[in-house]
């Protein structure tokens, strides 16, 4: 009796599951097909700088539901163009992550139109002791002689400066360990990169790391020897002189005749 049980209690078991699993298999077959469409991607890895070829690109499937915008149905839309990101396998290559048609290779990829890139020559000091990646932002001081009071001084040149480069890095490190580099490349207007070009030439430029969400500036000011020595206040930048002449101070004259004696006395009229 217990025996029949169960086998009964099995059979029924049984039926259940391939009941089940016919009606999960009926279910996956009657679904409704995902709807793609090819977009244009990377075949393997690429760097940043790096134009695209056809033989790193190709089409894969993309849910048509999903958003596309500054996709590339076309291989031969995005060949010779080069990339201002770095791109994962098999990742959409969107027109965002391209450089201007014409614009170059390399570097001058990541200079957007207007703007320019120069390079200062760095070391542990300059380079914030190695912290200075690409895309940070710093302030640019210069330390010189003053010729006319014949003291040191250093003002700030620059601020909110843009880190193109570091060394021959375009990405900064993924592990964020710092490194010594001997040159830095960083992105100016023309009339920046001329004041930069300058300071050179004047003296040692010292870079200045600062928050890259901080894109605030500070009233232009120099710093002396005095003020290092005594604490006083950093000294301002000289006021433009006024063309208005001084206008003369006027005088009346007071004649007096004292015993036949004859005095002139002059005196200023108040203001």
């Known amino acids: 009796m217990e025996t029949r049980r169960i086998v009964l209690a099995l059979g029924v078991a049984l039926v259940l599951s391939v009941g089940a699993t016919l009606f999960l298999y009926r279910g996956v077959l ?6 793609t469409k090819k977009v244009v991607a990377s ?19 993309w849910p048509a539901t999903l958003p596309t915008e500054g996709t590339f149905e076309k291989v031969d839309d995005v060949v010779g163009r080069s990339l201002i ?22 570097l001058t990829t990541k200079i957007p139109l207007g703007m320019r890139g120069i390079s ?25 002689r003053d010729l006319t009071k014949q003291e040191l001084v250093t003002q700030i040149v620059l601020q909110d400066v843009e880190v193109l480069t570091a060394g021959k890095r375009l990405e900064p490190d993924p592990q964020g360990k710092p490194e010594s580099v001997a040159v830095v490349t960083v992105l100016l207007t023309p009339q920046d990169a001329a004041k930069l070009a300058l300071a050179t030439q004047l003296g040692t430029i010292q870079f200045v790391l600062r928050n890259g969400a901080d894109n605030t500036k500070a009233p232009p000011f120099s710093v002396a020897m005095l003020q290092l020595a005594g604490g006083e206040t950093p000294l301002q930048p000289p ?7 001084p206008r003369p101070a006027n005088f009346y004259e007071v004649e007096t005749i004292t015993g036949g004696k004859r005095t002139t006395e002059k005196f200023q009229t108040p203001k």
């Open 30 to 35: 009657n679904r409704p097909k995902l709807e």
């Open 43 to 61: 075949a393997k890895a690429l760097d940043a700088g790096a134009p695209l070829a056809k033989d790193s690109l190709v089409l894969v499937d």
């Open 85 to 106: 990101y770095p791109v994962g396998e098999k990742q959409p290559i969107r027109a965002q992550y391209l450089a201007v048609p014409g614009s170059g290779i390399g």
């Open 120 to 144: 200062v020559r760095s070391n542990d000091v300059v380079g914030v002791a190695g912290f200075l990646y690409p895309g940070s932002h710093v302030d640019v001081l210069v330390s010189y």
């Open 239 to 245: 006021k433009p002189r006024s063309s208005a002449k």
